[in-house]
């Protein structure tokens, strides 16, 4: 995985916090950052501002079915593409089967050790993220080299400045996946006083610099942006 794992953040929902707090320390043990909720209400608060490389959600919530959280979240085009872990009872197997029907990427018995858990983690994330430190858009149109900074649009070196890299990454990195300004915002790690109005002069910025191929970036109206293939 091209990034260390800080930076993989995973968000964990459980309405049992000993359970809750036994998972978070697996994973920050494990060097990941983690965010964690009791309640689905408080998980959907907080994904309007932020945007997780993961979600591991179990399935009895005080205020909410895991089953259909996590139904709602593949619906949406702003969530689809997170990643989904959900965690069974143990003497439940049909829990297993429906939240594979509905879109989960995975499905965990509660029993599991920290070692198994980690590993289902990190192979999920392996499918989301370009181990080889470079992204390419619609062919060869569009490379990304996350390690040397550097863009170039059919072979030739675009200099993007650190904020639109930063966009421009986050956008390629799940095609096709709606990100709204205030999660781009926050993937910027910006000051809060920033309008989000400036990422659309970004984005036009970005859209500029790369020429033709700037109409990948879409604009989805009401929600914010995405990158296509084609």
């Excluded at 919530?61 to 979240?73: A, V």
């Excluded at 980690?118 to 390419?136: A, D, H, M, P, Q």
Aim: proline share 2%; glycine share 6%; hydrophobic share 40%.
């Amino acid at each position: 995985m091209q990034k260390h794992l800080e930076q993989y953040h995973i968000t964990i929902v459980d309405g049992k916090l000993d359970d809750l707090n036994r998972l978070g320390d697996y994973l920050k043990n494990a060097g990941f950052k983690i965010s964690k909720f009791q309640l689905a209400s408080d998980l959907f608060k907080f994904l309007r501002n932020e945007m997780p490389e993961l979600i591991i959600l179990t399935f009895d919530l005080p205020d909410g079915d895991g089953l259909e959280i996590c139904k709602i979240l593949k619906k949406n085009v702003a969530f689809a593409s997170i990643p989904i872990i959900l965690l069974t009872s143990p003497n439940e197997y049909n829990e297993k089967i429906l939240g594979l029907e509905i879109g989960a990427d995975d499905c965990v018995i509660k029993n599991f050790t920290s070692r198994e858990l980690i590993i289902r983690v990190k192979r999920i994330l392996s499918r989301y993220k370009n181990t080889k430190g470079e992204i390419k858009i619609c062919g060869n149109t569009i490379v990304l080299d996350v390690h040397r900074y550097e863009v170039k649009v059919e072979g030739k070196i675009v200099d993007l400045t650190k904020p639109e890299f930063a966009i421009l990454q986050m956008l390629s990195e799940r095609k096709g996946w709606v990100f709204s300004r205030n999660q781009i915002l926050a993937n910027l790690r910006t000051d809060k006083d920033v309008l989000d109005r400036t990422i659309d002069v970004h984005i036009r910025r970005i859209r500029s610099k790369l020429g033709k191929a700037g109409k990948l970036i879409k604009t989805v109206r009401g929600i914010g942006y995405k990158l296509i293939e084609k």
